[in-house]
């Protein structure tokens, strides 16, 4: 079984509607979690960090659930520049200097 | 601020020869270096791990002998593609991590061709 696993999609979403993404993980010894995008032929980049409490920015939500080792990402009123494919992460740098990456979830928004 | 330059962006080079890669975190230590590998719409693959001042761990498959990495320092760290065939064509992406930031950070990327 992967450490990370994601639905590789692809995920076919019209402008303005709503996407959500899940990711589970398998070792509770992970201490955080994040999203990272990747464009086409780009690096990936960080999108955004995911705590417990929930954390929003703009028009993404993103959520951990660590007793079901479980993490989402919400994409409200989407755009077509959301296009990409959305890595969901897991690191413990403090602990065993590991950052693993799911395989990506692509996602297109349709006109 | 957490920014990692990779150089070169585009490399083509024949069959047989020595390509060096290398990724310079700019503003952190980077305590940890982690270099993939991405083929054409495949998912990113890692090739191996350094921490600064130790050898690399390679993962499963990826031949040590073949890709060679050092880093020597707390912001360097360099990857070459010996005796490069065309199967070794591929997109090569650092990251850098500093212990007590959870977060990686990835360098821009070298598109390999050998021809």
């Known amino acids: 079984r992967k450490e990370v696993e994601q639905d590789p999609g692809p995920f076919n979403v019209p402008e303005g509607a709503t996407v959500a993404f899940n990711c589970t993980y398998s070792n509770s010894a992970s201490q955080s979690f994040f999203w990272y995008r990747q464009d086409c032929r780009k690096e990936p980049k960080l999108l955004m960090s995911v705590y417990s409490s929930g954390n929003e920015d703009g028009r993404f939500t993103a959520q951990l659930n660590r007793a079901s080792q479980y993490i989402s990402l919400l994409i409200r009123d989407s755009k077509l520049s959301d296009s990409a494919t959305y890595l969901c992460v897991v690191s413990r740098m403090n602990r065993d200097d590991k950052i693993i990456f799911g395989k990506g979830t692509r996602l297109h928004i349709l006109p | ?115």
């Open chain 2, 1 to 115: 601020g957490a920014v990692v330059s990779q150089h070169p962006s585009r490399v083509i080079c024949k069959s047989g020869t020595s390509v060096k890669i290398e990724c310079r975190s700019l503003d952190f230590q980077a305590t940890t270096m982690f270099w993939y590998r991405q083929f054409p719409k495949q998912s990113l693959m890692l090739m191996a791990t350094s921490n600064e001042g130790s050898k690399a761990t390679y993962e499963q498959g990826v031949e040590k002998d073949k890709f060679l990495i050092n880093h020597a320092s707390l912001t360097l760290s360099t990857l070459t593609v010996t005796s490069a065939h065309p199967e070794d064509s591929s997109f090569y992406i650092c990251s850098a991590a500093e212990r007590g930031r959870q977060a990686a950070f990835f360098g821009q990327g070298t598109r390999l061709t050998v021809v």
